[in-house]
């Protein structure tokens, strides 16, 4: 179900009517050399360099939409704006706005209202709940975002794809963190996965990684990856993977 902001329930829409508007799913993430995205208390730690931070806006400013998870959020309360004006400018010119659509799964609606994705920059922003998310909280999120209530207990993301595509959203880049990233890739819905290996050790058992959760115990259904490109940057090293069916 979708929620616009001032505006009410939507409409439902069912994922099996849907699935061929489902949008491609890029992943980008900065890692450790020891494969670490930020310290065990969920720290931000800068990980690459500037080569790297253009690189990932350009990225950004050529999709239709950006997802984090509540974690993400709530641990480094990131905005998720395109930064280069001349990348804002390009958006425009082609007839879209600055910024992309920014998207946050957050199942117990936990966002706070002065989160920067909520407020900076223009552009629409979605947030994607659970069923048993508080109805105040909700309510107060349509203020200021369009909601999808989608899953009873957690977000269901094959359905949020469903919505997303609906919307006019054909890319999707997502920015972590583990949990969710490891819950797309766990769906089938991940195509491709940028990983940025800088020249740091973190450590920490503790410390989130690319896909987190209770993950695989049997290998045949690990998720199995193509090497697209590999390239040195800034002091570190940049791999392209695209996700095999």
């Known amino acids: 179900m979708i929620v616009c902001p001032g505006t009410g329930e939507y409409k439902n829409y069912h994922s099996e009517t849907l699935m061929h508007m489902r949008p491609s799913v890029v992943v980008n993430v900065a890692m450790s050399a020891d494969g670490k995205l930020s310290t065990r208390e969920r720290r931000q730690v800068k990980i690459s360099g500037s080569n790297d931070f253009a690189r990932v806006d350009r990225l950004k400013a ?12 709530l641990a480094d309360d990131p905005s998720l704006t395109v930064k280069n004006p001349d990348l804002k400018a390009e958006r425009q010119q082609g007839g879209r706005p600055e910024h992309p659509v920014r998207v946050v799964i957050d199942s117990g609606a936990r966002i706070p209202p002065e989160a920067a994705i909520l407020n900076k ?13 508080d109805p105040a909280r909700v309510a107060t999120l349509r203020e200021k975002a369009t909601v999808i209530t989608a899953g009873r207990d957690e977000v269901d993301l094959p359905r949020v ?9 054909r890319r999707l880049m997502v920015e972590g963190g583990g949990t969710l990233i490891a819950g797309l890739v766990r769906a089938g819905l991940v ?12 450590s920490g058992k503790d410390a989130p990684t690319l896909a ?4 695989w115990v049997r290998e045949s ?14 002091d570190g090293v940049l791999l392209h993977w695209t996700v095999r069916r």
């Open 62 to 73: 050529g999709c239709d939409a950006v997802m984090v998870g509540i974690g993400t959020v």
């Open 121 to 133: 920059g223009d552009g629409l922003r979605v947030v994607a709940v659970a069923e048993r998310a």
């Open 161 to 169: 794809l469903d919505e997303l595509g609906h919307m006019g959203i």
């Open 191 to 202: 195509d491709e996965i940028y990983t940025y290996i800088g020249s740091i050790v973190i």
């Open 212 to 215: 987190d959760g209770e993950g």
């Open 221 to 234: 259904d690990f998720a199995r990856l193509t090497l697209a490109d590999v390239t040195r940057v800034d």
